[in-house]
């Protein structure tokens, strides 16, 4: 499957801010550096190794002796990690897969579903080889399980049959935005019935969705007989989500304050459609619609060129050739108030990400399951093997002949004895080990989080060398910065931080800005990140030009000019020069556009926060007349 990038925005000027404030562009890659020397291939057989731990597996969970597997597996993964080079990655994922059932299965055998829940999930690895992965990056995992054990006491053939959407309605965090007047709220067991019924006719088969992807619709608590209104009503509609401008505006309440007519009744989507209410009203409404016909959908926030809040929708489409999916973040979002990044609840771990980070996973979910579990595999042995090398941890290398020859005593029949002569008997791991493991599982998932945040671990402890960095800025500039610039260059700007040497973390910020800056929002985030760098070098003057430069060519963003003003009010504060920010300050606030509108939204404006900023400057340097007329101006009181 194929997915798309976000709305493609105007290109900015950043560039030429940056050769104004800190010089002229480099045109290299982003870290110039040779490519570290790969070690050399050595061939070490491992397929007899998964199947020995799946066995080894099945015996702890008569025995209870999950501790003690757990180890055993951890030093089998360092020592395969010394053997030689991982090429193929099914022996590793078995392995990692048996360390994680080392964990779950116990608190699945504590839970109220006990015994019965943890022999279902050994014995049924297309759900369990699902559920585990969703479980390592869920906090308490123990209530997803008891999650699952709900559905799997109401309904065991759906669950079993339908591993995906059973593990994402286990997993996923209930949707947010609850409103205190919605009366009802459907269970976790009617969801999941609602949705596996086939009586219930959606737009794509939830048998079919990868987990990553159904979270986005088994989070949803809205009432089964609203699904069903919903689903009567727009099963035909050629385009679910435009159901966002089927609730009419409340402009009493945007323009006057009044309460919401939606909230004096209760807030069902009938309701909705008969009262109204405003944007996030109109998205939440749409989000049912859209999730009671198997839609993926969900509520993005953001904040415009104008500084006001807004709440739009993103929705899983297919693609024209029907063959993929791509997540589609335009509706309802408003060109003309640029609304370059939005903001979301990630049903999977309940905290705020961007829509490109939601955007780049839902493409990677679409991969073969393989290629996901791989990816991960991958990245939790680099862990292990970062671990090894920070504790000195050497591999048990003579561990390889004792495995082997558990394998020789009762070998699977597709699979022939080992010979144990060609076992390596000597071997190590190091950091080259670990780099070698995270490029091979962003090769696999490029999107696969865990994997970049390791990187920036290494950087942030002197672990990767920056001559090592080229090798993962190359795959984020070249195959994430066009479609994903937001996640691309957040990722980017969090390691630049990382590299020690002044001149080579100024060097890559100005070709990061040469890459990004087409995105004015981007742009002047990466030169907020050159200013903090040259007030860490203490050269004020050119910190000073830099944030100048940001928030003169940021002025209708508020959170950029007004971050960059305060940057410049502080370097003015501290050198006993205060009065010099004033003027500064009248010129951003005479470039800013007055808001029209006279509701109180008018305060998240450039013009109405850089006038507050303004006239409280003034108030501070003596001069309560300046400050009244500013305040007359943006419509403030004292």
Not at 175 to 182: L, Q
Request: some cysteine; proline content about 5%; overall charge neutral.
């Amino acid at each position: 499957m194929m997915q798309r990038g976000i709305m493609r925005v105007s290109r900015g000027v950043v560039a030429a801010v940056v050769v104004a404030a800190a010089g002229v562009l480099c045109t290299g890659a982003l870290l110039a550096q040779d490519a570290p020397e790969k070690r050399k291939p050595a061939e070490f057989n491992d397929a007899w190794m998964g199947p020995l731990f799946l066995t080894k597996l099945s015996a702890a969970a008569q025995s209870g002796a999950y501790d003690e597997l757990k180890k055993e597996t951890e030093a089998a993964l360092l020592a395969r990690a010394a053997a030689g080079p991982v090429d193929k990655l099914s022996a590793v994922n078995d392995l990692v897969y048996v360390l994680r059932a080392c964990e779950y299965l116990p608190l699945a055998q504590k839970g109220p579903a006990g015994d019965k829940l943890a022999t279902l999930l050994l014995e049924n690895r297309e759900l369990s080889r699902r559920l585990f992965r969703a479980l390592d990056i869920r906090p308490k995992p123990e209530q997803a399980l008891s999650g699952l054990g709900e559905l799997v006491a109401a309904a065991s053939d759906a669950v079993l049959a339908n591993p995906d959407f059973a593990t994402a309605a286990a997993t996923a965090f209930p949707e947010d935005f609850i409103p205190k007047n919605r009366k009802k709220e459907s269970t976790l067991v009617e969801i999941f019935q609602w949705y596996t019924n086939p009586k219930n006719k959606l737009a794509y088969g939830i048998e079919e969705m990868p987990w990553e992807l159904a979270q986005y619709i088994a989070g949803t608590r809205v009432p089964v007989e609203e699904l069903d209104w919903a689903q009567k009503r727009y099963a035909r509609k050629r385009n679910p989500a435009s159901s966002y401008f089927d609730v009419k505006y409340d402009d009493d309440h945007y323009d006057k304050g009044t309460a919401k007519k939606i909230s004096l009744v209760d807030y069902t989507l009938p309701n909705l459609l008969d009262k109204g209410g405003v944007c996030v009203d109109q998205a939440y409404y749409s989000r049912g619609v859209c999730k009671s016909l198997g839609i993926p959908a969900t509520i993005i926030r953001g904040v415009g060129a104008s500084g006001i809040g807004h709440a739009w929708l993103a929705t899983l489409v297919m693609t024209r050739d029907g063959k993929g999916a791509m997540w589609d973040c335009d509706t309802a979002r408003y060109s003309a108030h640029k609304y370059y990044v939005g903001e979301l609840r990630d049903p999977a771990t309940n905290k705020t990400i961007p829509d490109a980070e939601m955007m780049l996973v839902g493409m990677a979910a679409q991969l073969p399951i393989e290629r996901r579990e791989h990816a991960d595999a991958a990245t939790a042995l680099a862990r292990l093997v970062t671990h090894a090398c920070s504790a000195g941890l050497a591999p048990d290398m003579a561990l390889l002949k004792t495995l082997a020859e558990q394998h020789n005593a009762a070998p699977p029949k597709d699979l022939k004895p080992v010979n144990l002569d060609a076992l390596p008997t000597e071997g190590t791991v190091t950091l080259q080990t670990v780099e070698d493991l995270v490029a091979l599982a962003v090769d696999r998932n490029l999107a696969h989080k865990p994997a970049w945040d390791l990187v920036t671990d290494l950087r942030k402890k002197g672990e990767l060398p920056v001559e090592h960095l080229g090798r993962f800025f190359d795959v984020l500039v070249t195959r994430t910065a066009d479609a994903y610039p937001d996640y691309s260059c957040q990722m980017v700007l969090t390691i630049v931080a990382t590299i020690e040497d002044p001149e080579k973390r100024l060097t890559t910020y100005k070709r990061a800005s040469e890459v990004y800056g087409r995105r004015p929002d981007l742009g002047g985030r990466i030169l907020l990140a050159v200013g903090r760098h040259y007030e860490e070098q203490e050269d004020l003057k050119m910190a000073l030009k830099t944030y100048q430069a940001v928030a003169t060519n940021s002025v209708e963003i508020p959170d950029l000019v007004l971050d960059a003003a305060g940057r410049v009010e502080g370097i003015y504060r501290s050198a006993d020069q205060l009065k010099l920010a004033v003027p500064f300050y009248y010129d951003l606030y005479k470039k800013s556009k007055r808001h029209a509108d006279k509701s109180a939204f008018r305060q998240y404006t450039s013009f109405y926060k850089l006038g507050s900023r303004l006239a409280q400057l003034l108030i501070d340097l003596g001069d309560p007349n300046g400050a009244e007329k500013i305040y007359k101006e943006i419509g403030r009181s004292k």
